[in-house]
């Protein structure tokens, strides 16, 4: 995982480099992306930025985690069904465990990752350029519910 304060520093730079406001409401979005704890949806960064700024509207939400996206700040995780989930602790591709029960997501910590890389170039010919890896499974503590 990445340091949130380093990573919240780097969003601001590239969001005041595009002359946008940082209003109070704008930067507790950019807080929640900077941990990304569970990678959240807009709508679960909706309901905790409403804790402490009741009036925030869900397009502030949407216009701030667009942009950052515009700028490679965040990555999405695009769902055919269910919300998209974003991640703004790590911003560049990488592979998720997703609970198929809770819907908790978790970065796994993998060493293989650019063995297989390679391997999948190597035996298809491709010249890659990124990639999208989810496991779906039961998490630990959904195991333990029976
Ligand atoms: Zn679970
Ligand atoms: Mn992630």
């Not at 946008?20 to 950019?30: D, E, G």
């Not at 960064?45 to 216009?63: G, M």
């Not at 695009?78 to 198929?100: K, T, W």
């Amino acid at each position: 995982m990445n340091d949130p304060e380093v990573r919240l520093k780097e969003m601001l730079q590239k969001l005041r480099e595009r002359r946008f406001r940082i209003t109070p409401q704008r930067l507790a979005v950019l807080k929640i992306l900077a941990r990304s704890e569970n990678h959240p949806s807009v709508d679960m960064i909706y309901e905790e930025v409403r804790r402490d700024f009741p009036t925030t509207s869900l397009a502030t939400i949407y216009k701030t985690v667009t942009l950052l996206k515009e700028l490679g700040q965040v990555l999405e995780l695009g769902f055919p069904e269910g919300s998209n989930r974003f991640d703004g602790n790590e911003p560049s591709p990488h592979p998720h465990m997703i609970c198929i029960s809770c819907k908790k997501i978790v970065d796994p910590p993998l060493d293989s990752l650019s063995d297989l890389t390679s391997e999948a170039a190597q035996k298809t010919g491709f010249n890659i350029v990124t990639h999208r890896l989810d496991f779906f499974g039961i998490c630990p503590e959904c195991q333990g519910k029976n």
